[in-house]
């Protein structure tokens, strides 16, 4: 049977015509290539090429083996390509704002690596204006944020439901109440997170919208320093209701729903146009439009 070798040079014979122009391609000596010509020709009793002065011309039975020679050269090479491939991983950086971070992307991971395993995960939890200069610079792939984004390159769409809570501790004078007005919201203190904050620029422009003065007396990018600080009746917080679950659950802070005023907002989908839409990328936009 012939091998793999025998049978690539019969190929390069039967392009190029001349041994010594398959010897020059293959990058073995001419007697070398002669020599297995003829040992194909001796294994199937039959001439291969007819031999001419300036060139060889195949046989008949030369094209059968032609057909055959190529499929499986040809079946080979996928091989070996399919197996080199096989432990390819497929790059994914994501970005994720820190409610997001806080909350959910953990568990979106944890699923998207057991539906997708060959994907290779890179998470990087930030703000939202930080994540938007990432997918600019090209630092990310895939965004999922809280946050008005503003670069037109980016495109956004809503995935993801949320809804922000204004919370106090037990000894605040909202805790007895069952809701509040904006107007009692005049001049509060707030313990609020960082600049670049999708939920602060939200939150912020409610305020501005009903020309509702505040006073911003800390602010920090922790989820847990705010609930804290809110607890110690520092000032009161705004924070997604996915961040706060678990303190109301145990009683440690209370809700303050505002009357007539809707704090529902969405988490995005973010992604530079400029950047090709991957097969990963699209696992990832596949898995977060999932029903909850």
Not at 10 to 22: D, H, I, P, Q
Not at 124 to 152: C, P, S, W, Y
Request: aromatic content about 6%; hydrophobic content about 40%.
């Amino acid at each position: 049977m012939a091998t793999l070798k025998q049978l690539k040079t019969f190929l390069a014979v039967a392009e190029y015509r001349k041994m010594s122009e398959a010897a020059k391609r293959l990058y073995i000596s001419q007697p070398t290539v002669s020599q297995i010509i003829s040992d194909l020709e001796a294994e199937y009793q039959t001439r291969l090429f007819e031999r001419f002065p300036k060139e060889l011309k195949i046989t008949s039975s030369g094209l059968q083996l032609l057909d055959s020679a190529k499929e499986v050269v040809a079946s080979h090479e996928h091989l070996e390509q399919s197996m080199k491939n096989v432990n390819a991983l497929r790059p994914l950086r994501i970005g994720a704002t820190l409610t997001i971070g806080n909350t959910m992307m953990g568990t979106l991971i944890e699923r998207l690596l057991e539906l997708h395993p060959d994907i290779d995960v890179r998470v990087f939890v930030e703000n939202t204006k930080i994540l938007e200069h990432r997918m600019i610079h090209n630092e990310l792939d895939i965004a999922l944020v809280e946050g008005i984004i503003i670069r037109q390159e980016i495109i956004t769409e809503p995935v993801i439901e949320d809804s922000l809570c204004i919370i106090c501790g037990k000894k605040h004078p909202f805790a007895k109440k069952t809701s509040i007005t904006m107007d009692d919201l005049r001049h509060q203190h707030f313990i609020m997170r960082e600049k670049g904050s999708g939920t602060r620029a939200i939150f912020e422009n409610i305020m501005l919208t009903h020309h509702i003065p505040f006073v911003t007396i800390w602010e920090c990018s922790s989820r847990s320093a705010i609930v804290d600080a809110v607890r110690h009746n520092l000032g009161l917080g705004i924070l997604s209701h996915r961040c706060i679950e678990e303190y109301v659950e145990k009683g440690e802070i209370f809700t303050c729903p505002v009357e007539h005023v809707s704090m529902k907002r969405y988490f995005y989908l973010c992604y530079n146009q400029c950047h090709s839409l991957t097969s990963q990328m699209q696992d990832f936009i596949d898995l977060v439009k999932q029903p909850e």
